[in-house]
């Protein structure tokens, strides 16, 4: 059986379990640790969606690309939820979109959306957000990936007790590094997808900034982006 036939096959499968089980839809979700957050989506929106991790598909596999291998077979009733990436910010193509029924967190990851749901780190991570904007916007518009400085933007960073004094630190290396703000066509592109300079963290691999800064996993559902995330949901569902 070709890739083409074998995923076809099974979106239907996943489709017509949707329906057997008298629930809204099945969704498939990178891994297993999207889950929860997908989760508390779907009960926030009172829709009825069993959700599945790509490892626990017939491919055994997971990731944003087998996700999106389902692609051309994508329904109402299973659909994809998957990281943003730089995808969003960049306005990469394809560009996935609700009514091509592909969920997006808008944000880099899931865990920007527990980040920004964490009142108590809003001012540090504004702070943080703006010493690195400068940076963030020549990363973009080099291709070069922010992961491969995360030393420089997070591993610096001691959340514990200096806060105030790391920061400063950063700043520092930030201003010798990249002294002026760039104007690029990414800057237009990147503050049409929402980027300012206080919520640079929302667009960066967010991992270790979750890790280190204690933050659980409480959600917010009326910042931005995760209103993007709802507003997508309806359309869907509501044939938008």
Avoid at 45 to 61: D, L, N, W
Avoid at 79 to 99: E, G, T, V
Avoid at 173 to 191: E, F, G, M, S
């Amino acid at each position: 059986m070709s890739e083409h036939h074998f995923y076809r096959k099974w979106a239907r499968f996943y489709a017509g379990e949707a329906v057997l089980k008298r629930i809204d839809a099945v969704a498939l979700v990178e891994g297993k640790t999207d889950k929860p957050f997908w989760e508390k989506i779907f009960h926030h929106t009172k829709k009825q969606v069993h959700i599945i991790a790509g490892s626990e598909t017939k491919t055994h596999t997971g990731g944003k690309q087998e996700c999106l291998k389902y692609f051309p077979f994508l329904t109402r009733r299973f659909f994809i939820c998957i990281d943003s990436d730089y995808d969003y910010i960049l306005q990469l193509r394809p560009a996935y979109r609700a009514r091509r029924f592909v969920l997006q967190t808008y944000a880099y990851a899931i865990e920007n959306h527990y980040l920004a749901a964490n009142a108590g780190l809003q001012a540090f991570l504004k702070r943080y957000s703006a010493i690195i904007y400068p940076a963030f916007l020549t990363l973009l518009a080099s291709g070069s990936k922010m992961k491969e400085h995360n030393r420089d933007f997070n591993d610096r960073i001691a959340f514990a007790d200096r806060r105030e004094s790391s920061l400063e630190a950063l700043q520092a290396t930030i201003r010798a590094r990249y002294p002026v703000v760039p104007r690029l066509p990414q800057t237009d592109i990147a503050t049409a997808a929402g980027l300012v300079p206080e919520n640079t963290y929302l667009f960066i691999p967010a991992k270790t900034l979750k890790h280190k800064s204690g933050c659980g996993d409480a959600l917010s559902f009326a910042h931005f982006p995760m209103n993007k995330i709802i507003e997508d949901i309806e359309s869907m569902f509501n044939g938008q």
